[in-house]
């Protein structure tokens, strides 16, 4: 195995015996194999007339997702999803009566032996022989499985976008084809202008279902009947278990990713939407086995299972681990089936208290935008002398403890703008308001990344600036997995310069390319607190 996709890889080199996050040799082979299984997909559907029949993009998104850290440790499932990718592959070449000359259009296979004897060719080493151009092409590739995982929750509530899935072909075949270094970084900038597409798709498909994210105190404490604890970023998922649990006498907590679910209008109806339990998922295996009751997953991130809530733990959609019980799909129109995780919630004591606070969310662009003359006449009269961008992703390394000082040490005249699970790092901080906005402004999921794109360029448009690197905003970004690389993508697209990365640059970038994104685009990787919060006021 060789995987180098998260933050988390062994340093310097990539994973190569068994991950970080618990993945082990043979899940990564598999998992390189339905990739590659994608790209054969993507070949075979170059002869295709656009716009492609959706099922293919559909499916290549729920492939990609899996693949996407943290989220299926199931080899039985990503198998599975093997067998249909070759099927769907071929159906494809007797629709267009063509076979592309590549081993990913060709080779067959149906058995898990079949399948790891294509290990070697599946990969990362085998994108190229050159370092620069396989780290390109590793850029590439993180960056759809992101953008794949967010279009995977759009086409949930029914929103696609053809021009994503025609992205698919373009940049999953581009990873089997010999390419320049200028031809593929022509690919990953339009990886980023698709990912803006996603998140703008994602965000529409959210609030016109259940609608616009409002200002929220969300509670951190426990109440006495028992609880089903819902984590990831699905909130179809969400819709459906607090449907599915009105009047059963149990509560329904939120936890890691799922936070940002209390900000929508259409969940606040509930009376047993009750709180938000624990931290960011790093911290599950503690907190899943202090909640006592039932836990569902909806998608990353899944850490080792420990044996004391194995038996209450479900994954559903594109999530898996071995030994747990797997919700399946909705029937078209529709709901999951959650009854089994209900009943279990009901022999079970309720959970440990863990802490009893609050956390405001919910500022999201139309939020903000809302508030946005009181924002700006902050901004105009010296309240508000700064924003900072710190949304992404949190992770276990001591090193993050970087993100939780930046915050604190920012002076108390500047805003932090976040989205993600990077927030827990600092979201439960006394850090204060300004004339009455709060002084960390969640807008959501890393996913709502995209409203502070948003509230970004509407600031630029209000004060009237050609370049939105003249607003008074810095990126101090924390990546873990590959949609903070879609985000990352999106973010350079939109011509952002300066940001910071951390707390590493990525391994898969070579110190060629490493230097290049660094001289296009001014990203840098994280310094001291100190000098980073000194250099962010002076707008460096
Ligand atoms: Fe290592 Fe990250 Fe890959 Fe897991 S996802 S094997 S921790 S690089
Ligand atoms: Fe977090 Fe996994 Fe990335 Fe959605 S839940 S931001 S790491």
């Given at each position: 195995?060789?995987?180098?996709?998260?933050?988390?890889?062994?340093?310097?080199?990539?994973?190569?015996?068994?991950?970080?996050?618990?993945?082990?040799?043979?899940?990564?082979?598999?998992?390189?194999?339905?990739?590659?299984?994608?790209?054969?997909?993507?070949?075979?559907?170059?002869?295709?007339?656009?716009?492609?029949?959706?099922?293919?993009?559909?499916?290549?998104?729920?492939?990609?997702?899996?693949?996407?850290?943290?989220?299926?440790?199931?080899?039985?499932?990503?198998?599975?999803?093997?067998?249909?990718?070759?099927?769907?592959?071929?159906?494809?070449?007797?629709?267009?009566?063509?076979?592309?000359?590549?081993?990913?259009?060709?080779?067959?296979?149906?058995?898990?032996?079949?399948?790891?004897?294509?290990?070697?060719?599946?990969?990362?080493?085998?994108?190229?022989?050159?370092?620069?151009?396989?780290?390109?092409?590793?850029?590439?590739?993180?960056g759809?499985?992101?953008?794949?995982?967010?279009?995977?929750?759009?086409?949930?509530?029914?929103?696609?976008?053809?021009?994503?899935?025609?992205?698919?072909?373009?940049?999953?075949?581009?990873?089997?084809?010999?390419?320049?270094?200028?031809?593929?970084?022509?690919?990953?900038m339009?990886?980023g202008a698709?990912a803006v597409?996603?998140m703008?798709?994602?965000?529409?498909?959210?609030?016109?279902?259940?609608?616009?994210?409002?200002?929220?105190?969300?509670?951190?404490?426990?109440?006495?009947?028992?609880?089903?604890?819902?984590?990831?970023?699905?909130?179809?998922?969400?819709?459906?278990?607090?449907?599915?649990?009105?009047?059963?006498?149990?509560?329904?907590?939120?936890?890691?990713?799922?936070?940002?679910?209390?900000?929508?209008?259409?969940?606040?109806?509930?009376?047993?939407?009750?709180?938000?339990?624990?931290?960011?998922?790093?911290?599950?295996?503690?907190?899943?086995?202090?909640?006592?009751?039932?836990?569902?997953?909806?998608?990353?991130?899944?850490?080792?299972?420990?044996?004391?809530?194995?038996?209450?733990?479900?994954?559903?959609?594109?999530?898996?681990?071995?030994?747990?019980?797997?919700?399946?799909?909705?029937?078209?129109?529709?709901?999951?089936?959650?009854?089994?995780?209900?009943?279990?919630?009901?022999?079970?004591?309720?959970?440990?208290?863990?802490?009893?606070?609050?956390?405001?969310?919910?500022?999201?662009?139309?939020?903000?935008?809302?508030?946005?003359?009181?924002?700006?006449?902050?901004?105009?009269?010296?309240?508000?002398?700064?924003?900072?961008v710190?949304a992404g992703?949190?992770?276990?390394?001591?090193?993050?403890?970087?993100?939780?000082?930046?915050?604190?040490?920012?002076?108390?005249?500047?805003?932090?703008?976040?989205a993600?699970?990077?927030?827990?790092?600092?979201?439960?901080?006394?850090?204060?308001?300004?004339?009455?906005?709060?002084?960390?402004?969640?807008?959501?999921?890393?996913?709502?990344s995209y409203?502070l794109a948003?509230?970004a360029m509407?600031?630029?448009?209000?004060?009237?600036?050609?370049?939105i690197n003249?607003?008074?905003i810095?990126y101090?970004i924390?990546w873990?997995?590959?949609?903070a690389v879609t985000v990352l993508l999106a973010l350079l697209y939109l011509g952002v310069k300066g940001i910071r990365l951390?707390?590493?640059?990525?391994?898969?970038?070579?110190?060629?390319?490493?230097?290049?994104l660094?001289?296009?685009f001014d990203l840098?990787?994280?310094?001291?607190?100190?000098?980073?919060?000194?250099?962010?006021?002076?707008?460096?």
């Amino acid at each position: 195995m060789h995987c180098d996709q998260c933050q988390e890889s062994i340093k310097g080199t990539g994973c190569f015996v068994r991950g970080v996050c618990g993945k082990d040799e043979r899940t990564a082979a598999l998992q390189d194999v339905l990739v590659y299984a994608t790209e054969g997909i993507a070949l075979c559907a170059e002869a295709l007339p656009q716009p492609l029949d959706r099922k293919y993009g559909r499916f290549i998104s729920e492939c990609l997702f899996v693949t996407v850290t943290n989220t299926n440790f199931d080899d039985v499932s990503i198998e599975v999803q093997i067998q249909k990718a070759l099927a769907m592959r071929d159906e494809i070449k007797t629709l267009t009566g063509t076979t592309p000359e590549h081993d990913a259009a060709t080779w067959s296979g149906s058995t898990r032996e079949e399948f790891l004897g294509k290990a070697m060719a599946s990969s990362i080493d085998s994108l190229s022989a050159d370092p620069d151009l396989r780290s390109l092409k590793s850029l590439l590739l993180y960056g759809i499985k992101g953008l794949a995982a967010y279009t995977d929750h759009a086409a949930v509530l029914g929103y696609n976008d053809d021009d994503i899935y025609a992205f698919y072909v373009k940049g999953l075949s581009a990873l089997t084809k010999e390419l320049s270094a200028d031809e593929l970084l022509g690919l990953v900038m339009e990886c980023g202008a698709t990912a803006v597409k996603a998140m703008a798709l994602l965000d529409k498909a959210n609030t016109e279902t259940y609608g616009n994210p409002e200002i929220t105190t969300v509670k951190t404490g426990v109440g006495t009947r028992p609880g089903i604890l819902i984590s990831g970023h699905d909130l179809r998922d969400m819709e459906d278990l607090l449907k599915q649990t009105e009047g059963a006498g149990v509560d329904v907590y939120t936890h890691c990713e799922m936070l940002p679910a209390h900000y929508y209008p259409a969940f606040k109806k509930y009376d047993h939407f009750v709180g938000n339990y624990g931290n960011s998922w790093w911290s599950q295996d503690q907190e899943f086995e202090s909640f006592n009751g039932p836990i569902l997953m909806t998608t990353n991130c899944i850490v080792p299972v420990r044996e004391s809530y194995r038996n209450r733990m479900f994954t559903t959609g594109m999530a898996g681990y071995p030994g747990l019980k797997h919700i399946p799909a909705r029937a078209e129109g529709g709901q999951k089936d959650f009854s089994e995780i209900v009943e279990l919630a009901k022999t079970c004591k309720a959970p440990t208290m863990l802490e009893n606070g609050e956390i405001v969310g919910g500022f999201a662009h139309t939020q903000v935008l809302a508030l946005a003359d009181k924002v700006v006449d902050a901004v105009k009269s010296g309240a508000i002398k700064r924003f900072v961008v710190m949304a992404g992703c949190d992770g276990r390394h001591a090193t993050r403890k970087y993100y939780t000082d930046v915050a604190e040490a920012l002076p108390k005249d500047t805003i932090i703008l976040t989205a993600g699970c990077a927030k827990y790092r600092y979201n439960k901080l006394p850090l204060g308001d300004i004339g009455g906005i709060p002084r960390v402004l969640d807008a959501g999921q890393c996913n709502d990344s995209y409203s502070l794109a948003v509230i970004a360029m509407k600031l630029q448009e209000v004060f009237g600036l050609d370049d939105i690197n003249d607003l008074p905003i810095s990126y101090d970004i924390a990546w873990y997995e590959q949609k903070a690389v879609t985000v990352l993508l999106a973010l350079l697209y939109l011509g952002v310069k300066g940001i910071r990365l951390g707390p590493t640059l990525p391994e898969f970038l070579t110190p060629n390319i490493a230097t290049a994104l660094v001289k296009t685009f001014d990203l840098k990787p994280i310094g001291t607190v100190d000098a980073d919060v000194e250099a962010m006021m002076a707008g460096n």
